[in-house]
């Protein structure tokens, strides 16, 4: 369903006018229902490719190649239609869960606002739809939290709303940009594992960026190991693990010796119930 070829993105520096390369031509494949996880440390440009997915890279900046969403070139002309598509078909799930919400708006709002069928709802039946979708992330307080404002809950709760939110938008492919490193290790395990079965269920590609071999191992199909701009290698976990092709991939998992430590891939993280204990508000 996605198909990057020969991806390039280069940054010219406004003031001394200076080109810099970024990406150098990293091609990759997303199958329906597959996830990815792009993964290296960082500058290694994991970030800058979901930008270029999402059209959001820097003004200063070229993008060469193509990028197909289900045949269609996010790279082509006709602005509009591309626009229309990305913001309908991708979701974006970030570090920072304060920066896909409005601080002036009450959970609630949000969430009614993302239904693809908003305005032909009845507000009553918006609001049900809104609980139902923050029940889905182990949400159970819904009429608390519909009516709080971000400021007012947890990182942990606001990455789950974020969730609840992108599913609600039926897209086709989840970007998911180190979704967890602000939060405490608990409440990580917590929105990993939540983020991991929506995503099954819905049957959603996704691209998951991380630091984090084993977490991307234990949720991915295949892994890209990125480094200076350049996808090094991609495999399946066990083809990473066992056969890796670079010094850098063995290098990075040498830096995490808990990577499989018994010779045997680990379980998907924090699979039992959800709790809202992180909650503060
Ligand atoms: N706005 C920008 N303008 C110019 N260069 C940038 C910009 N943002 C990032 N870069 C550069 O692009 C390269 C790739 O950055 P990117 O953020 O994609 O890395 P990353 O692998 O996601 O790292 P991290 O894990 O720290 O987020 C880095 O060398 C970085 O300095």
Request: glycine share 10%; hydrophobic share 35%; charged share 25%.
């Amino acid at each position: 369903m996605l198909q990057v070829d020969s991806l390039v993105l280069t940054v010219t520096d406004p003031d001394s006018g200076q080109a810099t390369e970024i990406l150098h031509g990293n091609s990759f494949t997303l199958g329906s229902g597959e996830a990815l996880g792009l993964v290296g440390e960082s500058g290694s440009g994991k970030s800058m490719t979901l930008k270029c997915i999402l059209g959001i890279e820097p003004s200063s900046a070229r993008v060469e190649g193509s990028i197909e969403l289900d045949g269609t070139d996010l790279l082509g002309s006709g602005g509009e239609e591309l626009r229309r598509i990305r913001a309908n078909d991708l979701a974006l799930i970030s570090q920072n869960p304060h920066g896909s919400l409005n601080p002036v708006l009450p959970v609630g709002r949000f969430l009614i606002e993302g239904m693809s069928d908003a305005r032909s709802l009845p507000a009553a039946q918006a609001r049900t739809r809104a609980a139902e979708l923050l029940r889905q992330v182990g949400i159970d307080d819904t009429e608390r939290v519909l009516r709080s404002y971000p400021h007012q809950l947890s990182g942990g709760m606001l990455q789950r709303v974020v969730i609840a939110g992108a599913m609600s938008g039926d897209p086709k492919l989840l970007l998911a940009d180190e979704p967890t490193t602000a939060l405490d290790v608990t409440t990580q395990a917590e929105v990993v594992a939540i983020l991991d079965e929506k995503r099954r269920e819905h049957g959603l590609s996704m691209i998951y960026v991380t630091h984090d071999l084993d977490l991307a191992a234990a949720i991915c199909d295949r892994l890209a190991v990125m480094k200076d701009g350049e996808i090094l290698e991609i495999g399946t976990p066990e083809e990473i693990r066992d056969r890796p092709k670079t010094e850098y991939t063995r290098a990075l998992m040498s830096a995490r010796p808990q990577l499989y430590p018994d010779g045997a891939p680990q379980p998907a993280p924090g699979t039992g119930p959800l709790t809202n204990t992180e909650d503060r508000a």
